[in-house]
């Protein structure tokens, strides 16, 4: 029997921004990191999702890691590009206001990009880019983080898990979504695992001894203080190609850090010198595309469309009756849990607990 209680989505966004406006946000502000984190549930990325809500943002800003307040400072504009501090503010705000800088100049030019620095965790990426897909646009993201990945033949975490994220337009009912960090794992999914007391898959983790970790708890301790590092896509060392998984991090990593003349890798630890908590100065990078100005945006959604049904449509393995393309998967979560509601596990509605009681608000939950 599933052991969790499906909130509706309304009392969630209510409570989510009621609870955000307690600690200082802004509620406008507020509404907008309610929404994204309640995206990730509605895409079934519970990793990032009312999961993450008090251990990232609420402690966060309670410890003075990040700030509720998003004091945006444009560094550098021209007609198709934007480059932003965020002065340790809301990460999911600095990149709601870029995404709209963005997409209103590349509807103008054609295409845009923009980078952000001095900011925090900006919640799932494929929530920015999907803000382009809506509009017919094509949109492009990545971010740095804390430290997690090890080089290849390396066992010293040195870049974050960098996700690589596209959303591509399509005349279906979603878009083709790419959202995926480049590790085998995402240090969220460990949180997760960690929550939920299962164990991490072997292979995706590697202590300073070059042996496999699996032990959640362990391995997000591990991490903080560099004696584990994630395997970037492909795993570690050469047989399984996870140079490219290396590569792709790398790229993000300098992208989102030299852009906009940002800090990167150790830098965003979030502890300084001394071990003390501190600011994490994460940096992120978006372009948004628009394909009228190339083959036309009505041509572009059909031809990706066919492409996505003719992959869906090709011939599959023994045993498996279904071909998915991205974003598929999670447009069916959708589907399902419009009407079901937020998933919430025993540990999220104790945090939710913790936090309205701590406010004091007067919110009565249903699975109370």
Not at 70 to 78: A, F, L, V
Not at 145 to 155: E, K, L
Not at 293 to 319: M, N, Q, V, W, Y
């Amino acid at each position: 029997m599933e052991d969790r209680f499906y909130a509706s989505w309304e009392e969630m966004d209510a409570f989510l921004t009621d609870a955000f406006v307690g600690y200082g946000v802004p509620r406008e502000d507020a509404k907008i990191c309610a929404d994204v984190l309640l995206e990730s549930d509605r895409r079934g990325i519970e990793s990032h999702g009312c999961n993450r809500f008090k251990p990232i943002y609420i402690d966060r800003i309670k410890k003075g890691t990040l700030l509720p307040v998003t004091e945006i400072e444009i560094m550098k504009e021209t007609p198709t590009t934007v480059v932003m501090d965020a002065h340790d503010g809301m990460g999911m705000v600095a990149s709601h206001k870029m995404m709209e800088m963005l997409i209103e100049k590349a509807k103008t030019y054609g295409m845009a990009g923009g980078a952000i620095r001095n900011s925090t965790h900006y919640g799932i990426a494929g929530y920015w880019t999907t803000m382009a897909s809506k509009e017919g646009l094509i949109g492009i993201t990545g971010t740095n983080a804390r430290p997690s990945i090890a080089p290849t033949y390396g066992v010293e975490n040195m870049m974050g898990t960098n996700p690589l994220t596209f959303s591509l337009p399509t005349d279906e009912e979603f878009p083709f979504c790419l959202d995926c960090a480049t590790s085998i794992v995402q240090r969220g999914r460990i949180e997760y695992y960690a929550r939920e007391g299962k164990p991490t898959p072997a292979g995706t983790v590697v202590s300073a001894n070059g042996e496999a970790m699996t032990d959640s708890e362990e391995i997000l301790k591990a991490l903080v203080d560099g004696t584990a590092a994630l395997a970037p896509l492909g795993g570690i060392g050469d047989e399984l190609a996870g140079y490219k998984g290396y590569g792709y991090a790398a790229v993000v990593e300098i992208l989102s850090a030299a852009l906009a003349g940002g800090q990167f890798m150790k830098a965003l630890s979030g502890v300084d010198a001394d071990g003390k908590a501190s600011m994490y100065h994460l940096g992120h990078f978006f372009f948004v595309v628009d394909p009228e100005a190339f083959s036309g945006r009505e041509t572009f959604r059909k031809i990706a469309g066919d492409i996505c049904r003719a992959l869906r449509a090709s011939k599959k393995a023994p045993g498996n009756d279904r071909i998915y393309t991205a974003g598929e998967k999670e447009y069916l979560v959708w589907l399902e849990r419009k009407e079901k509601g937020v998933p919430l596990s025993k540990s999220v509605q104790k945090d939710m607990i913790a936090v309205r009681d701590d406010l004091k608000l007067p919110t009565h939950f249903a699975f109370e």
